[in-house]
């Protein structure tokens, strides 16, 4: 069963920046594609980076040229550097990966304050 285990979240002010990372019990890691998800109080769960299995990336509008996906696939793990960040980044982060049925992780709070 893949496990996926986040990391590196927290309360920052705003301007501040977090890096969470996302550890993966994936044997294939690298054949699949990962993404971060972020779920704020009373919204859907939204995309907000994906990278591919070449290291292509896609981010939501609201956090281009402020949160940078990476993956490590040697480690078989994805990170989320945040910078910049405003308090409508507020919300629990999940690591998704697009194995087969897909798989999610518990989940990780960052929290901005004003």
């Known amino acids: 069963q893949v496990q996926l285990v986040e990391s590196g979240g927290g309360l920052v002010q705003a301007g501040g920046s977090l890096r969470l990372s996302c550890a993966t019990s994936i044997t294939s890691f690298a054949i699949y594609g990962m993404g971060w998800y972020r779920q704020a109080p009373g919204k859907e769960r939204e995309p907000v980076a994906i990278i591919s299995t070449g290291g292509a990336t896609n981010y939501a509008d609201s956090v281009k040229g402020r949160f940078t996906i990476s993956r490590d696939n040697a480690k078989s793990v994805v990170y989320l550097q945040m910078n910049s960040l405003k308090p409508e980044d507020t919300a629990v982060y999940y690591c998704?990966?697009?194995?087969?049925?897909?798989?999610w992780g518990q989940g990780t709070q960052v929290t901005v304050s004003s």
């Open positions: 998704y990966a697009a194995t087969a049925g897909g798989a």
